[in-house]
Protein backbone atom coordinates (compact mmCIF):
# COMPACT_ATOMS: atom_id res chain seq x y z
CA UNK A 1 0.00 0.00 0.00
CA UNK A 2 2.90 2.44 0.53
CA UNK A 3 3.40 3.91 -3.10
CA UNK A 4 4.62 6.89 -2.59
CA UNK A 5 3.22 9.18 -5.40
CA UNK A 6 6.01 11.22 -7.51
CA UNK A 7 5.74 14.84 -6.39
CA UNK A 8 5.85 17.63 -9.12
CA UNK A 9 8.44 19.91 -8.28
CA UNK A 10 6.83 22.29 -6.30
CA UNK A 11 7.19 25.74 -5.16
CA UNK A 12 8.28 25.54 -1.42
CA UNK A 13 4.89 26.27 0.95
CA UNK A 14 7.16 29.39 2.58
CA UNK A 15 7.70 30.61 -0.62
CA UNK A 16 4.03 30.70 -1.46
CA UNK A 17 2.89 32.80 0.93
CA UNK A 18 6.02 35.22 0.32
CA UNK A 19 4.60 35.07 -3.40
CA UNK A 20 1.15 36.36 -2.20
CA UNK A 21 2.82 39.12 0.32
CA UNK A 22 4.82 40.45 -2.93
CA UNK A 23 1.91 40.51 -5.07
CA UNK A 24 -0.18 42.98 -1.90
CA UNK A 25 3.15 44.76 -1.77
CA UNK A 26 3.49 45.88 -5.81
CA UNK A 27 0.15 47.26 -4.98
CA UNK A 28 0.61 48.88 -1.79
CA UNK A 29 4.24 49.91 -1.77
CA UNK A 30 3.74 53.57 -2.31
CA UNK A 31 1.93 54.22 1.32
CA UNK A 32 5.63 53.14 3.01
CA UNK A 33 8.03 54.19 0.50
CA UNK A 34 8.69 57.75 2.02
CA UNK A 35 8.50 56.95 5.80
CA UNK A 36 10.73 54.07 5.35
CA UNK A 37 13.48 55.77 3.33
CA UNK A 38 12.89 59.60 4.59
CA UNK A 39 12.96 59.25 8.43
CA UNK A 40 16.95 57.56 7.95
CA UNK A 41 17.60 60.07 5.63
CA UNK A 42 16.92 62.57 7.76
CA UNK A 43 18.90 61.87 10.63
CA UNK A 44 21.51 61.40 7.72
CA UNK A 45 21.69 64.80 6.53
CA UNK A 46 20.71 66.83 10.33
CA UNK A 47 23.34 64.35 11.74
CA UNK A 48 25.74 62.84 9.82
CA UNK A 49 26.54 65.81 7.83
CA UNK A 50 25.54 69.14 10.02
CA UNK A 51 26.61 68.00 13.21
CA UNK A 52 29.30 66.20 11.85
CA UNK A 53 31.30 69.03 10.79
CA UNK A 54 31.32 70.17 14.42
CA UNK A 55 32.33 66.59 15.85
CA UNK A 56 34.65 66.49 13.39
CA UNK A 57 36.57 69.51 14.10
CA UNK A 58 36.12 69.05 17.99
CA UNK A 59 37.92 67.91 20.53
CA UNK A 60 36.05 64.49 20.57
CA UNK A 61 37.23 63.73 16.89
CA UNK A 62 39.34 61.02 17.67
CA UNK A 63 36.34 59.05 19.95
CA UNK A 64 35.00 57.46 16.52
CA UNK A 65 37.88 55.23 15.91
CA UNK A 66 40.91 55.41 13.51
CA UNK A 67 41.20 53.93 9.82
CA UNK A 68 44.92 53.78 8.70
CA UNK A 69 45.99 55.67 11.56
CA UNK A 70 43.07 58.17 10.34
CA UNK A 71 40.68 59.28 12.96
CA UNK A 72 37.40 58.36 11.03
CA UNK A 73 34.49 61.26 10.24
CA UNK A 74 31.79 61.23 11.84
CA UNK A 75 29.59 60.94 8.93
CA UNK A 76 31.36 57.65 7.80
CA UNK A 77 30.88 55.95 11.44
CA UNK A 78 27.19 57.11 11.66
CA UNK A 79 26.18 56.16 7.95
CA UNK A 80 26.32 52.27 8.40
CA UNK A 81 24.63 52.76 11.81
CA UNK A 82 21.90 54.20 10.64
CA UNK A 83 21.30 51.35 7.87
CA UNK A 84 20.99 49.24 10.76
CA UNK A 85 18.92 51.53 12.30
CA UNK A 86 16.22 51.55 9.10
CA UNK A 87 16.66 47.43 9.04
CA UNK A 88 15.45 47.78 12.37
CA UNK A 89 13.07 50.10 11.99
CA UNK A 90 11.56 48.64 8.60
CA UNK A 91 11.56 45.32 10.82
CA UNK A 92 9.79 46.06 13.34
CA UNK A 93 6.59 48.40 11.28
CA UNK A 94 6.56 45.38 9.19
CA UNK A 95 6.23 42.87 11.74
CA UNK A 96 3.53 44.47 14.11
CA UNK A 97 0.48 46.30 12.69
CA UNK A 98 0.16 44.10 9.23
CA UNK A 99 1.03 41.28 11.05
CA UNK A 100 -1.88 41.97 13.33
CA UNK A 101 -3.59 43.06 9.74
CA UNK A 102 -3.83 39.15 8.65
CA UNK A 103 -4.23 37.52 11.98
CA UNK A 104 -7.50 39.46 12.81
CA UNK A 105 -8.44 42.79 10.13
CA UNK A 106 -8.54 40.74 7.17
CA UNK A 107 -7.48 37.21 8.79
CA UNK A 108 -5.70 36.67 5.56
CA UNK A 109 -3.42 34.16 7.59
CA UNK A 110 -6.90 32.26 8.02
CA UNK A 111 -7.34 32.21 3.96
CA UNK A 112 -3.86 31.07 3.67
CA UNK A 113 -4.08 28.24 6.03
CA UNK A 114 -7.10 26.61 4.67
CA UNK A 115 -4.66 26.00 1.40
CA UNK A 116 -2.08 23.64 1.97
CA UNK A 117 0.36 25.63 3.69
CA UNK A 118 0.83 25.39 7.43
CA UNK A 119 0.84 28.06 9.91
CA UNK A 120 4.44 27.83 10.18
CA UNK A 121 4.93 28.25 6.18
CA UNK A 122 2.28 31.18 6.19
CA UNK A 123 4.81 32.70 9.69
CA UNK A 124 8.22 31.97 8.00
CA UNK A 125 7.15 33.38 4.43
CA UNK A 126 5.95 36.51 6.46
CA UNK A 127 9.29 36.69 7.81
CA UNK A 128 11.47 35.97 4.30
CA UNK A 129 8.86 38.86 3.20
CA UNK A 130 9.99 40.77 5.94
CA UNK A 131 13.83 40.57 5.29
CA UNK A 132 13.24 41.00 1.46
CA UNK A 133 11.58 44.66 2.19
CA UNK A 134 14.56 44.99 5.10
CA UNK A 135 16.85 44.71 1.92
CA UNK A 136 14.89 47.32 -0.20
CA UNK A 137 14.76 49.61 2.42
CA UNK A 138 18.69 49.55 3.51
CA UNK A 139 19.74 49.28 -0.49
CA UNK A 140 17.89 52.42 -1.29
CA UNK A 141 19.66 53.61 2.40
CA UNK A 142 23.02 52.29 0.82
CA UNK A 143 22.81 54.37 -2.75
CA UNK A 144 22.13 57.58 -0.76
CA UNK A 145 25.20 57.29 1.53
CA UNK A 146 26.68 57.24 -1.57
CA UNK A 147 24.94 60.15 -3.14
CA UNK A 148 25.90 61.88 -0.04
CA UNK A 149 29.24 60.75 0.28
CA UNK A 150 28.98 59.40 3.09
CA UNK A 151 30.44 55.53 1.58
CA UNK A 152 34.39 55.07 0.92
CA UNK A 153 36.17 51.99 0.17
CA UNK A 154 37.11 50.21 2.30
CA UNK A 155 37.69 46.21 3.36
CA UNK A 156 38.89 43.50 1.16
CA UNK A 157 38.46 44.89 -2.56
CA UNK A 158 36.84 48.04 -1.30
CA UNK A 159 33.57 46.19 -1.22
CA UNK A 160 33.09 46.58 2.54
CA UNK A 161 29.92 48.98 2.59
CA UNK A 162 28.35 46.34 0.10
CA UNK A 163 29.08 43.30 3.00
CA UNK A 164 27.23 45.89 5.30
CA UNK A 165 23.73 45.19 3.14
CA UNK A 166 23.63 41.45 4.51
CA UNK A 167 24.39 42.32 7.59
CA UNK A 168 21.53 44.59 7.78
CA UNK A 169 19.10 42.20 6.75
CA UNK A 170 20.19 39.83 8.58
CA UNK A 171 19.66 42.70 11.91
CA UNK A 172 16.61 42.89 10.47
CA UNK A 173 15.33 39.69 10.68
CA UNK A 174 16.75 39.27 14.26
CA UNK A 175 14.14 41.97 15.15
CA UNK A 176 11.33 40.15 12.57
CA UNK A 177 11.39 36.56 13.68
CA UNK A 178 10.55 37.23 17.17
CA UNK A 179 8.63 40.58 16.92
CA UNK A 180 5.88 38.68 14.21
CA UNK A 181 5.85 35.65 16.51
CA UNK A 182 4.58 37.82 19.29
CA UNK A 183 2.95 40.21 17.10
CA UNK A 184 0.38 37.43 16.36
CA UNK A 185 -0.53 36.73 19.71
CA UNK A 186 -2.02 40.45 20.34
CA UNK A 187 -5.42 41.00 20.75
CA UNK A 188 -4.78 45.02 20.66
CA UNK A 189 -2.72 47.48 19.31
CA UNK A 190 -1.65 49.16 22.13
CA UNK A 191 1.61 46.53 22.61
CA UNK A 192 2.42 47.86 19.15
CA UNK A 193 3.30 51.63 20.74
CA UNK A 194 4.67 50.47 23.86
CA UNK A 195 7.41 48.55 21.41
CA UNK A 196 7.82 51.74 19.14
CA UNK A 197 8.68 54.17 22.15
CA UNK A 198 10.08 51.92 24.94
CA UNK A 199 12.00 49.39 22.55
CA UNK A 200 12.71 51.16 19.25
CA UNK A 201 13.34 54.80 20.23
CA UNK A 202 16.04 53.37 23.05
CA UNK A 203 17.64 50.75 21.20
CA UNK A 204 17.97 53.42 18.63
CA UNK A 205 19.58 56.18 20.89
CA UNK A 206 22.11 53.86 23.04
CA UNK A 207 23.02 50.92 20.53
CA UNK A 208 26.27 52.77 19.50
CA UNK A 209 24.71 54.67 16.65
CA UNK A 210 25.53 58.24 17.46
CA UNK A 211 28.10 57.17 19.80
CA UNK A 212 30.43 54.28 20.89
CA UNK A 213 29.25 51.99 22.96
CA UNK A 214 32.32 52.61 25.66
CA UNK A 215 30.96 56.41 26.16
CA UNK A 216 27.75 54.89 28.08
CA UNK A 217 27.86 54.72 32.09
CA UNK A 218 29.72 51.14 32.75
CA UNK A 219 26.30 50.17 34.61
CA UNK A 220 24.40 50.28 31.82
CA UNK A 221 27.30 49.69 29.28
CA UNK A 222 25.91 45.82 29.89
CA UNK A 223 22.41 46.15 28.62
CA UNK A 224 23.88 47.83 25.30
CA UNK A 225 25.70 44.86 24.47
CA UNK A 226 22.66 42.04 25.09
CA UNK A 227 20.79 44.10 22.43
CA UNK A 228 20.70 43.11 19.29
CA UNK A 229 20.65 46.43 18.05
CA UNK A 230 24.60 47.04 18.96
CA UNK A 231 25.07 43.88 17.64
CA UNK A 232 23.86 44.92 13.81
CA UNK A 233 25.18 48.81 14.05
CA UNK A 234 29.43 46.92 15.18
CA UNK A 235 28.74 44.52 12.18
CA UNK A 236 27.35 47.07 9.42
CA UNK A 237 30.08 49.55 10.75
CA UNK A 238 32.94 46.92 11.49
CA UNK A 239 32.65 46.01 7.56
CA UNK A 240 31.66 49.30 5.91
CA UNK A 241 34.63 50.95 7.74
CA UNK A 242 36.88 48.11 6.90
CA UNK A 243 38.06 47.53 10.86
CA UNK A 244 35.85 44.36 11.59
CA UNK A 245 38.26 41.38 12.73
CA UNK A 246 37.10 37.73 11.98
CA UNK A 247 36.71 37.42 15.32
CA UNK A 248 33.85 40.43 16.23
CA UNK A 249 32.41 39.67 12.63
CA UNK A 250 31.76 36.10 13.99
CA UNK A 251 30.50 37.12 17.55
CA UNK A 252 28.36 39.54 15.71
CA UNK A 253 27.05 37.07 13.13
CA UNK A 254 26.48 34.17 15.42
CA UNK A 255 24.68 36.20 18.17
CA UNK A 256 22.55 38.05 15.40
CA UNK A 257 21.81 34.28 13.94
CA UNK A 258 20.93 32.89 17.36
CA UNK A 259 18.42 35.56 17.39
CA UNK A 260 16.54 34.71 14.76
CA UNK A 261 16.75 31.08 15.36
CA UNK A 262 15.19 31.47 18.34
CA UNK A 263 12.81 33.81 17.24
CA UNK A 264 11.27 31.36 14.87
CA UNK A 265 11.19 28.51 17.20
CA UNK A 266 8.99 30.70 19.38
CA UNK A 267 6.79 32.10 16.29
CA UNK A 268 6.48 28.42 15.06
CA UNK A 269 4.39 27.47 18.49
CA UNK A 270 2.71 30.99 18.26
CA UNK A 271 1.57 30.67 14.87
CA UNK A 272 -0.02 26.96 16.22
CA UNK A 273 -0.95 28.13 19.00
CA UNK A 274 -3.10 30.98 17.20
CA UNK A 275 -4.27 29.60 13.71
CA UNK A 276 -4.17 25.44 14.79
CA UNK A 277 -6.30 26.19 17.87
CA UNK B 1 -0.17 5.95 3.65
CA UNK B 2 -2.87 4.12 2.60
CA UNK B 3 -5.40 5.75 0.64
CA UNK B 4 -9.25 4.30 0.02
CA UNK B 5 -9.46 4.36 -3.65
CA UNK B 6 -12.91 2.46 -3.71
CA UNK B 7 -15.45 4.51 -5.21
CA UNK B 8 -18.31 3.89 -2.84
CA UNK B 9 -16.09 4.85 0.42
CA UNK B 10 -16.85 7.65 2.21
CA UNK B 11 -14.89 10.83 1.78
CA UNK B 12 -15.04 11.52 5.06
CA UNK B 13 -15.55 9.61 8.24
CA UNK B 14 -15.98 10.59 11.66
CA UNK B 15 -16.32 8.64 14.76
CA UNK B 16 -16.66 9.68 18.11
CA UNK B 17 -15.35 12.69 16.93
CA UNK B 18 -14.10 15.37 20.09
CA UNK B 19 -12.84 18.93 20.22
CA UNK B 20 -12.30 20.30 23.39
CA UNK B 21 -10.40 23.50 24.19
CA UNK B 22 -7.85 23.90 26.92
CA UNK B 23 -8.95 26.35 29.82
CA UNK B 24 -8.61 29.88 28.87
CA UNK B 25 -7.88 30.91 32.18
CA UNK B 26 -5.69 29.37 34.38
CA UNK B 27 -7.53 27.27 36.99
CA UNK B 28 -10.60 26.98 34.33
CA UNK B 29 -12.63 24.24 33.02
CA UNK B 30 -11.63 23.07 29.25
CA UNK B 31 -14.85 23.40 27.09
CA UNK B 32 -15.86 20.61 24.99
CA UNK B 33 -17.21 22.04 21.89
CA UNK B 34 -17.69 18.50 19.82
CA UNK B 35 -18.28 15.69 21.97
CA UNK B 36 -18.28 12.70 20.37
CA UNK B 37 -20.02 12.82 16.61
CA UNK B 38 -20.13 10.04 14.08
CA UNK B 39 -20.93 11.54 10.71
CA UNK B 40 -19.98 10.11 6.98
CA UNK B 41 -20.13 12.28 3.78
CA UNK B 42 -20.31 10.62 0.71
CA UNK B 43 -19.44 11.43 -3.00
CA UNK B 44 -22.20 13.71 -4.54
CA UNK B 45 -23.82 14.38 -1.73
CA UNK B 46 -24.79 17.99 0.10
CA UNK B 47 -24.32 17.73 3.49
CA UNK B 48 -25.54 19.90 6.32
CA UNK B 49 -24.67 20.46 10.20
CA UNK B 50 -27.58 22.41 11.58
CA UNK B 51 -27.34 23.61 15.10
CA UNK B 52 -27.32 26.69 16.75
CA UNK B 53 -24.73 29.07 17.55
CA UNK B 54 -22.26 27.43 19.70
CA UNK B 55 -23.45 23.48 18.58
CA UNK B 56 -20.07 22.90 17.47
CA UNK B 57 -20.59 23.32 13.85
CA UNK B 58 -17.88 25.31 13.28
CA UNK B 59 -15.37 23.15 15.20
CA UNK B 60 -16.07 20.56 13.20
CA UNK B 61 -15.84 22.13 9.97
CA UNK B 62 -12.43 23.22 10.95
CA UNK B 63 -11.81 19.87 12.23
CA UNK B 64 -12.47 18.66 8.90
CA UNK B 65 -10.32 21.72 7.26
CA UNK B 66 -7.45 20.46 9.17
CA UNK B 67 -7.15 23.89 10.34
CA UNK B 68 -7.86 22.37 14.42
CA UNK B 69 -6.64 18.97 15.27
CA UNK B 70 -9.10 16.88 16.92
CA UNK B 71 -9.10 16.16 20.34
CA UNK B 72 -10.39 12.59 20.77
CA UNK B 73 -12.02 9.82 18.65
CA UNK B 74 -11.18 9.43 14.73
CA UNK B 75 -11.33 11.39 11.28
CA UNK B 76 -10.52 10.21 7.81
CA UNK B 77 -10.58 12.96 4.92
CA UNK B 78 -9.98 11.40 1.53
CA UNK B 79 -8.92 8.21 3.16
CA UNK B 80 -6.17 10.08 5.28
CA UNK B 81 -4.92 11.36 8.57
CA UNK B 82 -5.72 14.78 9.05
CA UNK B 83 -2.93 14.53 11.57
CA UNK B 84 -0.14 13.24 9.65
CA UNK B 85 -1.49 14.62 5.95
CA UNK B 86 -3.36 17.82 6.57
CA UNK B 87 -1.31 19.55 4.00
CA UNK B 88 -2.32 17.15 1.36
CA UNK B 89 -5.89 17.21 2.48
CA UNK B 90 -5.98 20.51 2.05
CA UNK B 91 -4.82 20.32 -1.32
CA UNK B 92 -7.82 18.83 -2.38
CA UNK B 93 -10.69 21.13 -0.11
CA UNK B 94 -12.24 24.10 -1.06
CA UNK B 95 -12.88 26.22 1.96
CA UNK B 96 -15.69 29.18 2.67
CA UNK B 97 -15.08 30.43 5.95
CA UNK B 98 -17.84 32.03 8.01
CA UNK B 99 -15.94 35.29 8.15
CA UNK B 100 -14.43 36.24 4.82
CA UNK B 101 -11.06 36.63 4.78
CA UNK B 102 -9.72 38.38 1.41
CA UNK B 103 -7.04 40.87 0.61
CA UNK B 104 -9.41 43.97 0.42
CA UNK B 105 -6.49 46.18 -1.08
CA UNK B 106 -5.96 43.88 -4.12
CA UNK B 107 -8.13 43.51 -6.69
CA UNK B 108 -10.61 40.72 -7.71
CA UNK B 109 -8.57 38.93 -10.07
CA UNK B 110 -5.26 39.07 -7.57
CA UNK B 111 -6.63 37.57 -4.65
CA UNK B 112 -7.54 34.65 -6.92
CA UNK B 113 -3.70 34.73 -8.55
CA UNK B 114 -2.57 35.13 -4.78
CA UNK B 115 -4.97 32.10 -3.24
CA UNK B 116 -4.07 29.99 -6.36
CA UNK B 117 -0.69 30.14 -5.94
CA UNK B 118 -1.17 29.04 -3.06
CA UNK B 119 -1.59 25.84 -4.01
CA UNK B 120 0.78 25.21 -6.35
CA UNK B 121 -0.86 26.18 -9.63
CA UNK B 122 0.97 27.95 -12.62
CA UNK B 123 -0.23 31.24 -13.49
CA UNK B 124 -1.26 30.38 -16.69
CA UNK B 125 -3.48 27.97 -15.19
CA UNK B 126 -4.76 30.07 -12.56
CA UNK B 127 -5.70 32.93 -15.36
CA UNK B 128 -7.84 30.31 -16.83
CA UNK B 129 -9.73 28.78 -13.97
CA UNK B 130 -9.86 32.37 -12.86
CA UNK B 131 -12.21 34.05 -15.50
CA UNK B 132 -14.47 30.30 -15.43
CA UNK B 133 -14.97 31.14 -11.83
CA UNK B 134 -16.14 34.60 -12.05
CA UNK B 135 -18.47 34.42 -15.06
CA UNK B 136 -19.52 31.25 -12.36
CA UNK B 137 -20.14 33.69 -9.55
CA UNK B 138 -21.04 36.60 -11.78
CA UNK B 139 -18.48 39.37 -11.28
CA UNK B 140 -16.72 39.00 -14.22
CA UNK B 141 -16.92 42.71 -15.19
CA UNK B 142 -15.32 43.07 -11.33
CA UNK B 143 -12.18 41.32 -12.11
CA UNK B 144 -10.09 44.39 -12.09
CA UNK B 145 -11.87 46.16 -9.01
CA UNK B 146 -10.59 46.69 -5.49
CA UNK B 147 -12.33 44.25 -3.31
CA UNK B 148 -12.98 46.79 -0.55
CA UNK B 149 -15.96 48.40 -1.88
CA UNK B 150 -17.69 45.46 -2.93
CA UNK B 151 -21.14 44.39 -1.51
CA UNK B 152 -21.32 41.56 0.96
CA UNK B 153 -22.80 39.08 -1.59
CA UNK B 154 -20.22 40.32 -3.47
CA UNK B 155 -17.21 39.49 -1.28
CA UNK B 156 -19.01 35.82 -0.53
CA UNK B 157 -19.15 35.11 -4.63
CA UNK B 158 -15.98 35.93 -4.10
CA UNK B 159 -14.85 33.51 -1.31
CA UNK B 160 -16.74 31.35 -3.51
CA UNK B 161 -15.06 31.46 -6.35
CA UNK B 162 -11.87 31.19 -4.53
CA UNK B 163 -12.21 27.97 -2.81
CA UNK B 164 -13.22 26.62 -6.11
CA UNK B 165 -9.78 27.52 -7.29
CA UNK B 166 -8.22 24.56 -7.02
CA UNK B 167 -11.23 22.34 -8.23
CA UNK B 168 -11.43 21.11 -5.12
CA UNK B 169 -13.13 17.63 -4.16
CA UNK B 170 -15.24 18.16 -1.26
CA UNK B 171 -16.40 22.09 -0.44
CA UNK B 172 -16.70 23.30 2.91
CA UNK B 173 -19.04 26.38 3.47
CA UNK B 174 -19.66 27.78 6.65
CA UNK B 175 -22.42 29.40 7.44
CA UNK B 176 -22.35 30.64 3.43
CA UNK B 177 -24.67 33.62 3.65
CA UNK B 178 -24.95 34.59 6.81
CA UNK B 179 -25.29 38.36 7.04
CA UNK B 180 -26.62 38.91 3.57
CA UNK B 181 -29.50 40.33 2.15
CA UNK B 182 -32.28 37.77 0.32
CA UNK B 183 -31.62 38.36 -2.97
CA UNK B 184 -27.66 38.42 -2.15
CA UNK B 185 -28.56 34.84 -0.55
CA UNK B 186 -30.90 33.63 -3.27
CA UNK B 187 -28.12 34.34 -5.57
CA UNK B 188 -25.77 31.79 -3.45
CA UNK B 189 -27.85 29.52 -3.31
CA UNK B 190 -28.29 29.37 -7.06
CA UNK B 191 -24.60 28.65 -7.45
CA UNK B 192 -24.45 26.53 -4.82
CA UNK B 193 -27.30 24.31 -6.23
CA UNK B 194 -25.40 24.45 -9.84
CA UNK B 195 -22.13 23.19 -8.23
CA UNK B 196 -24.52 20.25 -6.74
CA UNK B 197 -25.67 19.31 -10.04
CA UNK B 198 -22.42 19.68 -11.71
CA UNK B 199 -21.71 16.50 -8.93
CA UNK B 200 -19.65 18.62 -6.28
CA UNK B 201 -19.67 17.60 -3.01
CA UNK B 202 -20.39 19.89 -0.40
CA UNK B 203 -20.25 20.17 3.28
CA UNK B 204 -22.38 23.16 4.97
CA UNK B 205 -22.69 24.72 8.29
CA UNK B 206 -25.94 26.73 8.45
CA UNK B 207 -28.71 28.00 10.88
CA UNK B 208 -31.09 28.81 8.27
CA UNK B 209 -33.71 26.20 8.46
CA UNK B 210 -34.65 27.07 4.65
CA UNK B 211 -31.19 27.01 3.47
CA UNK B 212 -30.76 23.08 4.79
CA UNK B 213 -34.16 22.44 3.22
CA UNK B 214 -33.08 23.98 0.03
CA UNK B 215 -29.83 22.73 -0.61
CA UNK B 216 -29.04 19.45 1.81
CA UNK B 217 -29.47 15.86 0.99
CA UNK B 218 -29.25 15.01 4.58
CA UNK B 219 -28.48 16.82 7.45
CA UNK B 220 -27.29 16.66 11.16
CA UNK B 221 -28.93 18.79 13.92
CA UNK B 222 -26.13 19.46 16.42
CA UNK B 223 -26.79 20.53 19.93
CA UNK B 224 -24.49 21.05 22.98
CA UNK B 225 -21.39 19.48 20.88
CA UNK B 226 -23.48 16.21 19.76
CA UNK B 227 -25.81 14.71 17.04
CA UNK B 228 -29.38 14.94 17.63
CA UNK B 229 -30.42 13.75 14.86
CA UNK B 230 -29.54 12.75 11.20
CA UNK B 231 -31.58 12.19 8.14
CA UNK B 232 -32.54 14.16 4.64
CA UNK B 233 -35.11 17.21 5.54
CA UNK B 234 -37.94 15.27 4.35
CA UNK B 235 -36.78 12.03 6.82
CA UNK B 236 -36.55 13.98 9.71
CA UNK B 237 -39.81 16.25 9.61
CA UNK B 238 -41.51 12.85 9.14
CA UNK B 239 -40.17 11.63 12.01
CA UNK B 240 -39.67 14.64 14.34
CA UNK B 241 -43.06 16.68 13.48
CA UNK B 242 -46.61 15.98 12.92
CA UNK B 243 -47.44 16.70 9.40
CA UNK B 244 -49.26 20.20 9.66
CA UNK B 245 -48.64 23.03 12.89
CA UNK B 246 -51.29 25.27 13.88
CA UNK B 247 -49.76 29.12 15.58
CA UNK B 248 -51.89 30.86 17.67
CA UNK B 249 -51.20 34.27 19.57
CA UNK B 250 -52.30 36.74 21.51
CA UNK B 251 -52.68 40.32 22.77
CA UNK B 252 -49.32 40.92 24.47
CA UNK B 253 -49.82 41.41 28.03
CA UNK B 254 -53.51 40.13 28.33
CA UNK B 255 -52.64 37.42 30.12
CA UNK B 256 -54.47 35.53 27.48
CA UNK B 257 -51.29 33.49 26.14
CA UNK B 258 -50.76 32.12 29.87
CA UNK B 259 -54.48 30.61 29.95
CA UNK B 260 -54.85 29.38 26.70
CA UNK B 261 -51.17 27.62 27.12
CA UNK B 262 -52.70 25.66 30.45
CA UNK B 263 -56.24 24.86 28.19
CA UNK B 264 -54.19 23.51 25.31
CA UNK B 265 -52.48 21.18 27.14
CA UNK B 266 -55.90 19.83 27.98
CA UNK B 267 -56.07 19.23 23.93
CA UNK B 268 -52.68 16.66 23.64
CA UNK B 269 -53.22 12.68 22.97
CA UNK B 270 -57.17 13.50 23.38
CA UNK B 271 -57.53 10.56 20.16
CA UNK B 272 -60.58 12.90 18.76
CA UNK B 273 -60.19 14.93 14.95
CA UNK B 274 -58.31 17.64 15.92
CA UNK B 275 -56.04 15.84 18.46
CA UNK B 276 -52.82 17.51 19.77
CA UNK B 277 -49.47 15.67 19.55
CA UNK B 278 -47.80 17.89 21.77
CA UNK B 279 -47.13 21.70 21.76
CA UNK B 280 -44.27 24.55 21.37
CA UNK B 281 -44.40 27.75 23.56
CA UNK B 282 -42.66 30.43 21.72
CA UNK B 283 -42.44 33.95 23.31
CA UNK B 284 -44.79 35.32 20.81
CA UNK B 285 -46.99 32.33 20.48
CA UNK B 286 -47.76 28.66 20.50
CA UNK B 287 -47.83 25.76 18.32
CA UNK B 288 -49.75 23.32 18.16
CA UNK B 289 -48.67 20.09 16.11
CA UNK B 290 -51.31 18.41 14.60
CA UNK B 291 -51.70 16.05 11.87
CA UNK B 292 -55.08 18.23 11.27
CA UNK B 293 -54.35 21.88 11.51
CA UNK B 294 -58.38 23.28 10.95
CA UNK B 295 -59.74 20.39 13.36
CA UNK B 296 -57.21 21.45 15.77
CA UNK B 297 -58.26 25.03 14.91
CA UNK B 298 -62.05 23.89 15.86
CA UNK B 299 -60.74 22.32 18.88
CA UNK B 300 -59.11 24.97 20.32
CA UNK B 301 -61.99 27.59 19.76
CA UNK B 302 -64.35 24.54 21.05
CA UNK B 303 -62.43 24.65 24.28
CA UNK B 304 -62.73 28.33 24.55
CA UNK B 305 -59.82 29.69 23.82
CA UNK B 306 -59.99 32.72 21.58
CA UNK B 307 -56.41 33.80 19.83
CA UNK B 308 -55.85 36.98 18.45
CA UNK B 309 -54.65 35.47 15.03
CA UNK B 310 -54.19 31.97 14.06
CA UNK B 311 -52.22 30.31 11.03
CA UNK B 312 -52.11 26.99 9.57
CA UNK B 313 -49.15 25.59 7.94
CA UNK B 314 -46.99 22.36 6.69
CA UNK B 315 -44.32 21.23 9.67
CA UNK B 316 -40.68 22.73 8.76
CA UNK B 317 -37.18 21.51 9.78
CA UNK B 318 -37.94 24.69 12.27
CA UNK B 319 -40.18 22.75 14.24
CA UNK B 320 -37.91 19.43 14.01
CA UNK B 321 -35.42 22.03 15.11
CA UNK B 322 -37.65 23.19 18.25
CA UNK B 323 -38.70 19.38 19.12
CA UNK B 324 -34.96 18.21 18.85
CA UNK B 325 -33.13 21.57 20.79
CA UNK B 326 -36.39 22.56 22.44
CA UNK B 327 -35.38 25.96 22.15
CA UNK B 328 -35.69 28.48 19.56
CA UNK B 329 -32.35 29.83 17.23
CA UNK B 330 -30.16 31.95 19.20
CA UNK B 331 -28.74 34.11 17.42
Not at chain 1, 115 to 139: K, T
Not at chain 2, 207 to 221: P, S, T
Amino acid sequence: MAVEMPQPAATPMAARELQGLLTNYRRTWRASIFSSVLAPLMSLVALGMSLGKIVDAGPGAHTFGTVDGQPVKYLLFLAPALMANTAMQTAIGESTYPVMSAMKWQKTYHAAIASPLSAFDVYLGHVMFIGLRVLMNCGIFLGTMALFGAVEAAGPAGIGPLLALPAAVLTGLAFAAPVVAWAVLQERDTGFSVVFRFVMIPLFLFSGTFFPVSQLPALIRPLAYVTPLWHGVDLCRGLALGSATAGSVLLHVGYLAAVVIAGLWYGARTFRRRLNP
Amino acid sequence: MAQITSADAPLIKAVGLRKVFPPAKRGGEPFTAVDGVDFELRRGEVFGFLGPNGAGKSSTMRMIGCVSPISGGELTILGMDPRVDSSRIKARLGVVPQEDSLDLELRVRENLLIYGRYFGLKRAEIAERTAELLEFVQLADRAESTVEPLSGGMKRRLTIARSLINSPEILILDEPTTGLDPQARHVVWDRLFRLKQAGTTLVLTTHYMDEAEQLCDRLVVMDHGRIAAEGSPRDLIERYSTREVLEIRFAPGSGDHESALAKAEGLIGTGERGSIDRLEELPDRILLYSDDGEAALAAVHGSGITPLASLVRRSSLEDVFLHLTGRTLVD
